[in-house]
């Protein structure tokens, strides 16, 4: 039997007796498909779902809309108020990039958010994917990589780098606009500090290269 119509509203779509409204069943990978055949650009193809007693209030929508380029995002949109559904879509799948955006629809990472967030412990780096964040922010990877990078957005861009390096220590670089390496400070492993001295003498607690004003 491919289709069954129940006295009490439910559908069977290759099922003797379904269970909800519409059910399908299937042993090789049933899959539902809507496709929108014009296939213009900002042409999408959509499943809402709402929840009231009243059929004509808004709905959350799951839609698929065709962009310039020929790729299909996937756009996830709530229902605002009881009354007005959301306009634009507030959180996207890129079809062409995999990026997904919250609050844009123009996503320009793996993950955008556009607004405030909230993680509770973060680990960032190219160490194993297994690890796991041993503070609230964790900067773990090999070589040189765990570096954190404070950058003045202003003009012609200050940065500065800090950076842990396993069998040489902390420091803290002066990239200038982005290309300088200018050791600032330098604490070794063996607990010498370095001021504009990226390598102190591991004798000395400090080292100092320049002039040294005490008052």
Do not use: W
Request: aromatic share 2%.
């Amino acid at each position: 039997q491919k289709m069954l119509i129940r006295g009490d509203g439910k559908i069977g779509i290759n099922c003797a007796g379904p269970q909800e409204r519409l059910h399908l069943a299937d042993d090789s990978d049933p899959t539902i498909r809507i496709t929108n055949t014009d296939g213009g650009t900002n042409d999408t193809a959509a499943f809402e779902l709402g929840v009231s007693s009243n059929t004509a209030i808004a709905s959350t929508r799951i839609e698929a809309r065709r962009q310039s380029d020929g790729s299909v995002d996937l756009n996830f949109r709530g229902a605002g108020t009881t009354s007005v559904a959301q306009t634009s879509a507030q959180m996207t799948l890129d079809g062409g990039t995999g990026y997904f955006g919250i609050a844009t629809t123009a996503p320009y990472n793996h993950l955008h958010v556009n607004g405030n967030g909230r993680i509770n412990s973060l680990i960032v780096g190219n160490s194993a994917a297994n690890n796991i964040p041993a503070a609230h922010l964790h900067i773990k990877a090999s070589g040189t990589g765990a570096v954190l990078r404070i950058e003045d957005s202003d003009s012609s861009n200050q940065v500065y780098d800090i950076l842990c390096n396993q069998g040489s220590g902390l420091s803290i670089i002066d990239k200038g606009t982005g290309s300088s390496t200018n050791t600032r400070l330098h604490i070794s492993t063996s607990g010498s500090v370095g001021i504009n001295q990226g390598s102190p003498n591991a004798a000395n607690k400090l080292e100092v290269s320049g002039t040294v004003t005490c008052s």
